[in-house]
């Protein structure tokens, strides 16, 4: 993993506070400038550190390298420590707050002495913010609800933010001798798109060694408790995280009841009652005999029922499915022969065409459909339509070239506007592939205004896929105020496919809506958005997804061979 938005956060932070301090216009937009590069780049900060190229980062000069390799040599930088002191405001949780940027933070602290997001909340109790130049009631009530959000995101962590800590743990676990077991439960174990506290269930002789370990990790901010068969501790970066000792003939037993939720293990033990069976965290008993215990699997086959994906186990009727035997079976990663949406650097990608290129063919896809943004997204560069046919002409060559295995395909991600048309006209769709259909514009528009546009691009002949239909961003955006069973509709009719956006942010659709549109009988796309080559490994995340929206391999789109893929999508 590279530091890259480690250090430009810590960039982000000085070019705020510089802007507050307002000593100097220039400099903390060079900062911001900094910032958005260091942020995009493709290569490792440290890497070109080390070799002394910062400065040929764009944006990037003398001063801000020479920052740059403070934090990388020792942790600190001076200049902002001193910031810091001089202004003593907590940017960095202000910042997060959705409409609240270095002006208004500035603007909080001058007039009102707001530091962080409990002051501010006092200043919102007092309705003080309301008084403020250039702010009114309907600011204030933005701020409101950005904060309800940054702070779920406290409690609330994102998987993929999860998952190092995940690994790192039961590493460091499974190499104490004498641990025969480690495994992850809960929540995450469930692949829920958030998880409220991470679950590590070991078997071990010695419990002790293995608790000190755990409560003695680098990055461990508090331990809240530590016993022989319990710890808990909270990671500095908030995580909580719970280490359980279990015996090794109740370990799949604790597995079963420790990745829940709550409402599958209520099912799975009437299920057990009905039997006259007992089912609890210790194993399945029949009298005082244990019938099974020692491992999951194992419970589930004394109950008579097939194994149930961890996925599937919220209590929304899978033991039910379970008892019927109609389960559906699970998409896997390796499923997926294709990647419909991404972005190279024509638009606001990192990459160029053919770096995509040659990252989507290591993943042995069989097809890759580049779909840079268009014209009215302008600070992406979108593409208008003279430059969208020149991208044609070169996916023509590059196709013919022989270079690669897989089929390149032509899309774009077009823009919907304020009245629901395109802005790419028919002609130039008509020659692309793959065409999503996107918003990215006047996202609060009301709900049948939105629904409206939505629908009105979903009519237009050339469209195949919606493109993250709800708009969210995990922890920081709501989705938009949109109709969809009414969307769902209008997709059934005009064969449109919903897209499952696998970029961890958005993993958009949810689960709950999957499972709706499948339902339906809507395809899906799995694509995972990639605006750089690394992030084409967000699929899984899109399948983890998907399967919690009991979706099977027949219901996405990009798991058909590019014949048959062809052939659903026409109109
Ligand atoms: P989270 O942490 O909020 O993301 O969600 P979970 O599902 O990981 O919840 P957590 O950590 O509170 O508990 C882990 C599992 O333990 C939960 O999914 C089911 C099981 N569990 C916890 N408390 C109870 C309970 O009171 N009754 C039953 N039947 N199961 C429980
Ligand atoms: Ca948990
Ligand atoms: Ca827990
Ligand atoms: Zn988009």
Redesign the pocket.
């Known amino acids: 993993m590279t530091r890259n938005r480690e250090v430009a956060s810590v960039l982000k932070e000085i070019a705020i506070l510089l802007e507050i301090e307002g000593k100097d216009k220039f400099r903390p937009r060079a900062y911001y400038r900094a910032v958005r590069t260091v942020g995009s780049l493709g290569e490792d900060v440290e890497n070109l550190a080390k070799e002394d190229k910062l400065t040929d980062i764009p944006g990037v000069g003398k001063g801000i390298s020479d920052v740059i390799k403070e934090y990388l040599s020792t942790g600190a930088v001076r200049h902002l420590e001193d910031l810091r002191k001089k202004i003593p405001v907590n940017v960095k949780e202000l910042s997060a707050i959705p409409n609240v940027g270095p002006k208004k933070i500035k603007l909080f602290y001058e007039q009102l002495g707001i530091t962080d997001i409990e002051s501010l909340e006092n200043a919102i109790k007092e309705n003080k913010l309301v008084s403020l130049k250039g702010m009114g009631q309907r600011t204030q009530n933005q701020i409101i609800e950005g904060i309800k959000l940054v702070k779920r995101g406290w409690e609330?962590s994102r998987y993929i933010d999860v998952l190092p800590h995940t690994r790192r743990i039961l590493e460091i676990v499974r190499g104490i001798s004498g641990v025969r077991r480690a495994e992850v439960?809960?929540?995450?174990r469930?692949r829920?798109e958030?998880?409220?506290?991470?679950?590590i269930l070991v078997d071990a002789d010695d419990s002790r060694q293995v608790m000190d370990a755990f409560v003695g990790m680098d990055d461990v901010a508090d331990i809240m408790a530590q016993g022989s068969t319990k710890s808990s501790i909270r990671l500095q970066d908030n995580l909580q995280v719970?280490l359980r000792v279990i015996p090794k003939e109740s370990f799949g037993a604790g597995l079963q009841?420790?990745?829940?939720?709550?409402d599958?293990?209520?099912s799975l033990?009437s299920l057990a009652i009905k039997k006259g069976l007992r089912l609890n965290?210790y194993g399945l008993f029949r009298g005082e005999e244990k019938v099974a215990g020692e491992h999951e699997k194992g419970i589930y086959d004394a109950l008579s029922l097939p194994w149930i994906p961890p996925e599937l186990r919220e209590g929304r009727g899978e033991v039910e499915a379970a008892l019927n035997g109609s389960l559906p079976k699970l998409i896997t990663l390796g499923d997926i022969r294709g990647d419909l949406h991404s972005h190279t650097d024509q638009s606001d990608g990192v990459h160029s065409i053919e770096q995509m290129l040659d990252a989507a063919e290591s993943k042995r896809y069989e097809y890759y459909c580049v779909s840079d943004h268009t014209q009215s997204l302008t600070v992406a560069k979108g593409l208008d339509e003279k430059r969208l046919l020149d991208r044609i002409d070169e996916i023509d060559d590059l196709n013919a070239s022989g270079r690669w295995e897989l089929e390149i395909l032509k899309g774009a991600e077009v823009d919907i506007l304020a009245n629901g048309n395109l802005d790419i006209n028919d002609e130039v769709l008509d020659q692309l592939d793959i065409v999503t259909v996107s918003i990215h514009s006047r996202m609060k528009d009301s709900k049948e205004i939105m629904t409206e546009r939505v629908c009105n691009a979903l009519q237009n002949r050339h469209v195949h896929i919606l493109g993250h239909p709800t708009g969210r961003l995990i922890n920081r955006r709501h989705e938009f105020d949109i109709d969809l069973a009414r969307v769902f509709e209008v997709a059934r009719e005009n064969n449109v496919a919903m897209e499952l956006n696998a970029y961890p942010s958005r993993l958009d659709l949810n689960a709950g809506n999957l499972r709706t549109a499948i339902g339906l009988g809507l395809k899906i796309a799995i694509n995972t958005d990639a605006h750089r080559t690394e992030e084409l490994d967000n699929m899984i995340f899109g399948v983890y997804q998907a399967r919690r929206g009991w979706v099977t391999k027949e219901d996405v789109l990009n798991t058909y061979p590019l014949k048959e893929l062809r052939k659903i999508i026409k109109k």
């Not at 439960?185 to 995450?188: I, K, L, R, V, W």
């Not at 958030?194 to 679950?199: H, M, S």
């Open positions: 609330r439960a809960g929540s995450f469930r829920r958030t998880v409220g506290d991470l679950d719970d009841y420790f990745t829940g939720n709550i599958h293990n209520v033990r965290e």
